[in-house]
């Protein structure tokens, strides 16, 4: 079921949009997709939707979180998408970040550990009329049935960089990927170049959820 979107959510949004703008979010295009996304959708208890436009991680069951607006925007503002590019998202989770994807007009491949979840957030998307492919699986090794990607974005706290990403980026591409351990990651943009090198650069400090490996 959808919560209607009322004035009051759009009048939240419009000010979630100047906090991030004052934290530094530059981006008119990403700041434009956070404004077009209402965030409640994607809040299941209906007596927290009041903290869905607070600057905050939320716990939306089997032990994962909806990231802060303040991480989604700037994950995608480090993508620098392009409309009609091909994306892989790791970590569907509450199809939070997917549904702000999608307002840059890409090709969405989205990749979630979490069986439950991932049946939930693909009916919800549905009803959103949010166009992207789901996958249930493991997101260490990517979905190389549909590579190369033109970006990748990973929005779970990766113990390393696996290669398997690394070989699904098109020459040109980008891996945005938080990398570290015990809560704490490095955020890292990978940029493969036309020989297949790659050129990194770190970006701060940030939490997030363990990205889980396929374990059956």
């Keep these: 079921m959808l919560i209607p979107d009322s004035y009051r959510h759009k009048g939240l949004r419009n000010r979630l949009v100047d906090e991030l703008r004052a934290k530094g979010i530059v981006s008119e ?8 996304v209402p ?3 994607f809040f299941q208890d209906l ?3 009041e903290k869905a436009y607070e600057d905050i991680a939320f716990q939306i069951g089997a032990g994962q979180t909806i990231s802060h607006p303040s991480t989604v925007a700037f994950q995608t503002q480090l993508l620098g998408l392009k409309n009609g590019e091909k994306i892989l998202e790791i970590g569907t989770g509450s199809g939070y970040q997917t549904a702000v994807l999608a307002q840059f007009g890409v090709k969405i491949f989205s990749i979630e550990r979490q ?3 991932f049946v939930r957030t693909k009916k919800h998307l549905e009803l959103m009329n949010i166009s992207a492919k789901l996958f249930f699986g493991d997101g260490y090794l990517g979905q190389p049935a549909y590579a190369p990607f033109d970006k990748i974005l990973v929005t779970a706290g990766a113990p390393f960089i696996t290669e398997a990403l690394i070989s699904q980026l098109k020459p040109g591409g980008r891996l945005v990927i938080p990398v570290g351990q015990d809560g704490k990651q490095v955020m890292h ?3 493969k170049q036309a020989d297949g090198s790659i050129v990194s650069e770190e970006h701060g400090e940030f939490r997030f ?4 490996e ?3």
Excluded at 29 to 36: G, H, K, N, T, Y
Excluded at 209 to 212: D, E, K, N, S, Y
């Design 214 to 216: 396929k374990r059956n």
């Design 47 to 49: 007596a927290f939707v």
């Design 39 to 41: 965030r409640h959708q």
């Design 209 to 212: 959820v363990p990205l889980l």
């Design 189 to 191: 943009v990978l940029d």
């Design 29 to 36: 295009s990403v700041l434009d997709a956070i404004r077009a």
């Design 115 to 117: 069986h439950a979840l």
